[in-house]
């Protein structure tokens, strides 16, 4: 069994990324292909680099050479440089704005990047449009405001209901003021409005969990995204406790004893996983963003910071790095890959989502995965962390704790 628990499975994606990269210049390849009509479905992601409170916990780069009162002209000016390529004509499919926080932009910002939008492109009948946002940025006015822009799916950070843990959590307003705004969000018709929740935090104890687990059964969302605390370096968090502090919040017991009781629990009202760190309910959300980027989609990157990939070129935004040419408008900060990258990419989102028929998958892949894999689907097997019959492989509850160790472990296998 492991003895420390991976978090995401990023160093495996980005392990494949460089052992997959192509032998093939990016500016032609991005230039041929905004020429040319999309080969995959496509997804737009917008990222606002800004947040109005900084969370404690939170490790992420603001830009001090980007003005927040003038960001909404700067993602324009990115729409406008890219939609009017044969690529960018087909319908879009979904469009989800991160961050930071999109919703730490005015509502007359807003409104004038979503109005952008609609105009530019042609986004889908029905398309899923998501907006991340704090509870405290949640205002009648805003809600007013993505309403008219066509948002139908809201993912706000609460991260915990209770008043002593948001204050550790660098939170703003307390935890019924959080509840009221989520509450209010579905009584706007957002029925599809999900929350954040981060457990194992310094101070939780089971009683402080249960008492969010109820709370987050009363309200009717549709999901949530559930992490434990990462105490990442140089951040407020951090840099509170002592050495040996920090050492005895690592126990694993007791994250995983809070990991089964939210899903346990919330299991219980309807909830179910459909990712390793995401539980829904009634299939209310769809999840089309994620699952279209990472089912073989394509994502256009908006704003400094979004990572995105028109086809097989995988690249990342900043304000600092430059274009790769006129021809080919994109950030230079990319690389084209081959083709197996991105069926590796659908096959960690399947394993993600805890259940993968590995047959299915050596067929596309070409390669014996069963064969391959043995050793270690043996010993997961033995370590109670997965089920295999007849080629499928279903992660247990121990394995959706592990699976991001597990996936790594796989990954480093091809």
């Known amino acids: 069994m492991y003895t420390v628990r991976y978090k995401s499975h990023h160093d495996a994606s980005s392990a494949l990324k460089k052992r997959y990269t192509a032998d093939t210049a990016p500016e032609p390849y991005v230039a041929e292909t905004l020429n040319q009509p999309a080969k995959s479905r496509r997804v737009i992601y917008l990222h606002v680099p800004f947040c109005n409170k900084i969370c404690s916990f939170c490790p992420f780069h603001r830009p001090d050479e980007l003005r927040r009162r003038e960001y909404h002209g700067y993602l324009i000016d990115e729409i406008h440089r890219i939609s ?93 003021h959080a509840a009221s705004r989520v509450r209010q969000a579905l009584d706007f018709g957002i029925v599809n409005t999900s929350i954040d929740l981060i457990y194992h935090y310094p101070g939780e104890t089971m009683e402080t969990l249960e008492r969010d687990l109820a709370i987050i059964r009363s309200l009717g969302i549709a999901g949530l995204s559930f992490y434990s605390l990462i105490l990442h370096e140089k951040t407020p968090l951090f840099q509170r406790f002592s050495k040996e502090e920090r050492s005895a919040f690592v126990d694993l017991g007791a994250e995983y004893e809070m990991f089964t009781v939210i899903l346990r629990t919330l299991g219980a009202s309807g909830f179910v996983p459909l990712e390793l760190t995401k539980l829904v309910r009634n299939s209310i959300d769809r999840y089309d963003y994620v699952k279209i980027r990472h089912g073989g989609g394509s994502c256009i990157a908006i704003g400094h910071g979004a990572g995105g990939n028109i086809e097989n070129y995988l690249y990342h935004n900043s304000a600092a790095i430059p274009l790769l040419s006129e021809a080919a408008p994109v950030s230079r900060a990319g690389r084209v890959v081959r083709p197996v990258y991105r069926l590796l990419d659908r096959l960690i989102f399947e394993l993600q989502k805890g259940s993968a028929d590995l047959s299915l998958w050596s067929e596309r892949l070409r390669r014996d995965l069963l064969k391959e894999w043995e050793p270690s689907l043996e010993r997961m097997q033995r370590e109670g962390l997965l089920t295999l019959e007849k080629g499928r492989l279903s992660l247990t509850e121990s394995g959706l704790f592990w699976g991001n160790n597990m996936i790594d472990e796989w990954m480093r296998l091809l």
Do not use: W
């Open 84 to 176: 009017d390529y044969p690529y960018m004509q087909a319908p879009v499919d979904a469009v989800n704005f991160g961050g930071g926080t999109p919703t730490a932009l005015t509502p007359e910002q807003m409104d004038a990047v979503l109005a952008e939008l609609h105009r530019c492109f042609s986004i889908a009948p029905g398309a899923e449009i998501s907006v991340e946002s704090s509870a405290t940025e949640l205002t009648l006015e805003m809600l007013e405001v993505l309403k008219r822009g066509g948002v139908n799916r809201l993912s706000i950070g609460v991260q915990t209901f209770d008043d002593e843990g948001r204050r550790l959590l660098g939170r703003r307003g307390s935890g019924e």
